[in-house]
Antibody, heavy 118, light 108 residues
């Protein structure tokens, strides 16, 4: 069974750093791109970027370039989303999802709620 | 970046009725790389349709997608009580993917 399991909710202060994770199982993790999607409170979905675990090739949305870093540890079947200096506006639910061409995002993680507040 | 505009913002319908949701792109979507997702409160989105008209695994046949170029439609033939949710379209035909703002289908 394909599963993406994300790390638990996080609470940070502005300016702090954070890394959240997404662990895949039940499929060939290295062979499928992983996407990150943001959903701010009460708002819609925003595509942040994708990473290919096989070679760590990354594509980031222009809106998120310079704001976040995506990475992967294929030996641990885990993808990461990282911030070096959080802002209040980073408060959101963050989802990871698997790409399985020809389908786009066919399996999703349960989401990680990030709350940034002083 | 391709902008996707969904309409209407909210659709108020009764169970058993037909729902027609629209997604219009600011420029042509390559090779119909257009998908639809359903999201219920407190849940992750679920893939319904990809390639504009192909149903994802396990999706009931009351859901259908159509369209090409800049105009796409999601039709729910007869609304089941579990279909009341928010629906998003997404294009994945360019290096920078985008989502529409969503259409909420609510019980009338």
């Amino acid at each position: 069974e394909v599963q993406l399991v994300q790390s638990g909710p996080e609470m940070r202060k502005p300016g702090e750093s954070l890394r959240i994770s997404c662990k895949g199982s039940g499929y060939s993790f290295s062979g499928h791109w992983i996407a990150w999607v943001r959903q701010m409170p009460g708002k819609g979905l925003e595509w942040m970027g994708i990473i290919y675990p096989g070679d760590s090739e990354t594509r980031l949305s222009p809106s998120f370039q310079g704001q976040v870093t995506v990475s992967v540890d294929k030996s641990a079947n885990t993808a990461y989303l990282q911030w070096t200096s959080l802002k209040d506006s980073d408060t959101a639910m963050y989802y990871c999802a698997r790409l399985a061409p020809p389908a786009p995002l066919d399996y999703w993680g349960q989401g990680t709620l990030v709350t940034v507040s002083s | 970046e391709i902008v996707l505009t969904q309409s209407p913002g909210t659709l108020s319908l009764s169970p058993g009725e037909r729902a027609t949701l629209s997604c219009r792109a600011s420029q042509s979507v390559s090779s119909s790389y257009l998908a639809w997702y359903q999201q219920k409160p407190g849940q992750a989105p679920r893939l319904l349709i990809y390639g504009a008209s192909s149903r994802a695994t396990g999706i009931p046949d009351r859901f259908s997608g159509s369209g090409s170029g800049t105009d796409f439609t999601l039709t729910i033939r007869r609304l089941d009580p579990e279909d009341f949710a928010v629906y998003y379209c997404q294009q994945y035909g360019t290096p920078s993917w985008t989502f529409g703002q969503g259409t909420k289908v609510e019980i009338k």
